[in-house]
């Protein structure tokens, strides 16, 4: 009888030492996946900076774009350089 609750107790070791390890691997799966889940949030709030900047950026290129096209200063430009408009046989135009 003594050698059964021998098998016993140390069936129960076995036992608690998978459970300790089990406990331990899925500790460890938690905590890496809250350390992946914080730098996905850091990482899409760069990028998100990012965006906006980019945003901010393409609005002021479009104001500057405008500004260089516009009738007013190209008509502006051509009287500092010198330019006329052109004549009618000057012209082409181009049929689709």
Do not use: C
């Not at 460890?28 to 350390?35: E, I, S």
């Not at 009287?79 to 046989?89: N, T």
């Amino acid at each position: 009888m003594p050698e059964k609750k021998k098998e016993k107790k140390t069936g129960s070791y076995k036992w608690l030492a998978v459970m300790l390890l089990a406990t331990f691997v899925l500790g460890m799966a938690k905590v890496w996946v809250t350390v992946e889940r914080v730098d996905l949030a850091y990482r899409m709030e760069r990028l998100q900076e990012e965006y906006r900047d980019n945003r901010e950026l393409r609005t002021k290129l479009s104001i500057e774009k405008n500004n260089l096209l516009s009738p007013y200063r190209l008509r502006e430009f051509g009287r500092e350089h010198g330019l006329s408009r052109p004549g009618d046989e000057q012209v082409r135009k181009i049929r689709k």
